[in-house]
C-alpha cells in the first residue's frame, strides 16, 4: 500500500503538469484528479463483498452476546 502511495506522488504532479501545459489551465488537471478518486472511489464500494461490508456489525454483535452471558 506504501508503494502506491510513492507512485502516486510521483504520478500526479507530473499529471498535473502535463495537463497544464496542453490546456493552459491548472483547473482542468485538478478537475481530472478528483474525478479518478470518485471513480477510485465507487470502484472499491461496488468491489466489496457484501460480508466484507458487515465485519464491523459482527464483531460488535459478538461483544454484546459475550457481554450478556456475565
Partial sequence: MSSI?????????????FIKTQTGSLSNGIYFIAAVMVVGGLAVLLALPRNAVRVGSVALGKLKNESGSH
Avoid: A, D, E, N
Fill in 5 to 17: 502511495g510513492v507512485i502516486r506522488g510521483f504520478v500526479s504532479p507530473t499529471l498535473l503538469g
